[in-house]
């Protein structure tokens, strides 16, 4: 199709003017190389070594999508598809191997390089400081339970807003924080594979306070972008308006949305979550001075990522009592009949939700600027669409994008202030655990074919979006 064709598309959703079309990444998920280039390890590394058969068909980080070496020639793809903005992590450990004040060259002049190649394609970087990736020389201290890597971050967010900080405006200090919490220390999922409340409480609040810290830090360097943080909204819907499915969606709702959202964005923790953990005799180690700088350091901008509601009932059966306390302890999940599903990740497929939470965020969080930082659909063997053209034809994702971007208009028009979609992700990755086994990108990549590339059905037709403002 050719551009004057495409004007005459009929576009009934259209966006405002400036949107932020593009995709989101992450560098343990795509750069491979995590032994190059003067990296050290991080837990990803250091779990994959000890424990390969957690990683679906054996599969580790060591070498995921290569970005390290492609950088060039998929930043030229990111253009080719229209991208206008992309969001991408700093590895904490190429830059800082030991996790201390030793910067490795090699690993910043990489990040500049990225920078430098984004921006002359046109790409604005968004860019984000933790994804998932400990150093395992700080995990070895006791990662983000130990108060002392608060500090390590805040140095490490620093060197990076005085080296990239002049052409990168918008930063993001963590994606999904409470990820690491739940993953490596309740449900297992991430290293290092403890099943311990304290513990995950501490973490959490430790995330929160080095988010304001280095909020705090950019702006007394002069920061004069934006600074944010990423985080996973899950609506929590009751399965009943009984007043017992709704306190037990209100109890989920505070504990995995309002833990994060509200001292990110109002600066205070709350009071129902703090209440449980008061009565529960779970609250975290805190010091003096440290919920004056939560209340002063929110965020300017906050990134929503969406994938699944969460549907909860009240209890059915209470814990056994030696059982280890978990934030179950106050409902059931719930399945919807009928609920619409992706079997592959085993994720519910609720559009709607991502109007819910913008709705939200408008309402109840002074309609804050932020964007729609991740959305997407993890399919496996998805070789099986590839035509005889050679392209995938994924028209499941183009549905599933749609469809969720028409919610989000629907929420323009109704007033949110919500700037851009980003879909996860731009090229398939290593999906931590999961490995290769569900497909995300727009771009295929071919792990038998030295990772080869081709673009999807689906990319060209965001292509499309992206030069029509609309679809
Ligand atoms: C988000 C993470 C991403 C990405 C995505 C898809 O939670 O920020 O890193 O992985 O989910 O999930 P998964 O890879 O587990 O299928």
């Not at 030229?76 to 490795?104: A, V, Y």
């Not at 009751?238 to 949305?257: G, L, M, T, Y």
């Amino acid at each position: 199709m050719t551009k004057t064709e495409l004007k005459t598309e009929q576009i009934q959703y259209r966006f405002p003017k400036s949107f932020w079309w593009g995709s989101a990444a992450s560098a343990t998920q795509t750069e491979g190389a995590a032994d190059e280039g003067g990296k050290g390890k991080n837990i990803w590394d250091h779990w994959y070594e000890k424990e390969p058969n957690r990683f679906f068909d054996g599969v580790g980080p060591e070498k995921t999508s290569r970005f390290y070496e492609t950088y060039r020639e998929d930043i030229q793809l990111m253009k080719e598809l229209g991208h206008n903005t992309f969001r991408f992590s700093i590895s904490w450990s190429r830059l800082f191997p030991e996790g201390n004040d030793e910067l490795n060259k090699e690993g910043a002049s990489f990040y500049n390089h990225v920078i430098d190649e984004l921006l002359a394609a046109g790409i604005e970087p968004f860019i984000n400081l933790y994804h998932f990736d400990m150093p395992v020389a700080l995990q070895e201290i006791g990662g983000w339970e130990n108060r002392k890597v608060v500090d390590h971050f805040v140095s490490y967010a620093e060197a990076c807003f005085r080296l990239y900080g002049d052409r990168v405006k918008k930063w993001f200090t963590h994606n999904e924080p409470i990820v690491p919490a739940e993953g490596g220390y309740l449900y297992d999922f991430h290293y290092p594979n403890e099943v311990d409340f304290q513990k995950a409480v501490q973490v959490a609040y430790h995330e929160i306070l080095s988010n304001a810290k280095a909020i705090e830090a950019y702006r007394k360097l002069g920061g004069n972008g934006k600074i944010g943080i990423i985080l996973n909204l899950t609506p929590s819907y009751p399965r009943s308006q009984h007043p017992a499915d709704v306190k037990a969606s209100e109890i989920a709702d505070a504990f995995f949305n309002k833990s994060f959202l509200d001292p990110a964005v109002k600066g205070v923790f709350p009071r129902l979550l703090t209440d449980i953990l008061k009565d529960e005799g779970y609250m975290p180690a805190m010091e003096q001075d440290d919920l004056e700088v939560i209340k002063e350091n929110t965020v300017d901008l906050l990134g929503i990522n969406y994938y699944q509601p969460r549907r909860v009932k009240a209890k059915e059966h209470l814990p056994h009592p030696d059982a280890p306390f978990m934030p179950e302890r106050f409902f059931d999940d719930y399945e919807m009949p009928g609920r619409k599903m992706n079997r592959h990740r085993g994720w519910e497929i609720y559009e709607k939700g991502i109007y819910d939470i913008l709705i939200n965020v408008k309402n109840n969080y002074g309609n804050i600027e932020c964007f729609i930082s991740e959305n997407g659909m993890g399919v496996e063997g998805e070789e099986r669409f590839r035509g005889e053209d050679g392209m995938i034809h994924d028209d499941y994702r183009i549905a599933f994008i749609s469809e969720h971007l028409k919610w989000v208009h629907k929420a323009i028009q109704e007033g949110s202030n919500v700037k851009g979609y980003h879909l996860w992700t731009f090229m398939d990755n290593w999906s931590w655990t999961n490995a290769y086994k569900n497909r995300y990108g727009f771009v295929s990549v071919n792990l038998d074919q030295n990772g080869e590339r081709t673009i999807k059905k689906s990319g060209y037709w965001f292509k499309r979006v992206t030069e029509n403002n609309g679809f």
